[in-house]
């Protein structure tokens, strides 16, 4: 029966897991050994196991917590919390990829500003207090934003 099955210690080398994880994985009742040998208690995983720790790994990776996991790895989460546990959580990583897209546009507009501005070409000749200025002028988009919108929002 051995030879079918895995020890902790493969199977978590062979995901890049720790043994430690894998008994939190055990302890938490999402992925319990098929066999735990009473004499030397090592654990042995079936390839069953194997698929199910893919899964909690690329559900973890998903950001889901190891709870949700369970729910899902489990099989008896109905189909519409299980539905809406996966829209939740498409929407949350629609909400960062939008946060990182805003970032991304800060930073396109921080670039913009530090090439076409004039006193940026004299860096190295302002003093430190001179380029902090400069820098928070460049930086500081919120502030600029927020005062472009209320100056449209004023006027129209």
Same mark, same amino acid.
């Given at each position: ?36 040998? @009473?004499?030397?208690?090592? %654990? ?7 698929? !199910? ?17 369970? /729910?899902?790895?489990?099989? *008896? $989460? ?9 829209? *939740?959580? %498409? !929407?949350?990583? !629609?909400?960062? /990829?939008?946060?990182? %897209?805003? *970032? ?16 940026? !070409? *004299?860096? $190295?000749?302002? $003093? ?16 600029? %934003? @927020?005062?472009? $919108? ?7």
């Amino acid at each position: 029966m051995k030879d079918d099955l895995m020890l902790i210690g493969e199977i978590a080398d062979f995901f890049g897991v720790s043994r430690k994880a894998m008994r939190l994985y055990e302890k938490k009742g999402i992925i319990k050994p098929l066999k735990v040998d @009473a004499a030397n208690g090592y %654990r042995y995983y079936s390839a069953e196991q194997v698929q !199910q720790l893919n899964a909690l790994l690329e559900l973890k990776a998903l950001g889901f917590s190891l709870d949700e996991i369970k /729910m899902i790895i489990d099989g *008896k $989460t109905p189909k519409a919390l299980l539905l809406e546990m996966l829209e *939740k959580k %498409r !929407q949350a990583w !629609q909400e960062a /990829m939008n946060s990182a %897209r805003y *970032k991304e546009e800060c930073l396109d507009e921080i670039i913009k500003n530090l090439r076409v501005s004039n006193a940026a !070409q *004299k860096i $190295t000749e302002m $003093t430190e207090e001179e380029w902090a200025w400069l820098l928070v002028k460049m930086v500081c988009l919120e502030d600029v %934003r @927020a005062q472009k $919108t209320l100056s449209e929002a004023l006027w129209v």
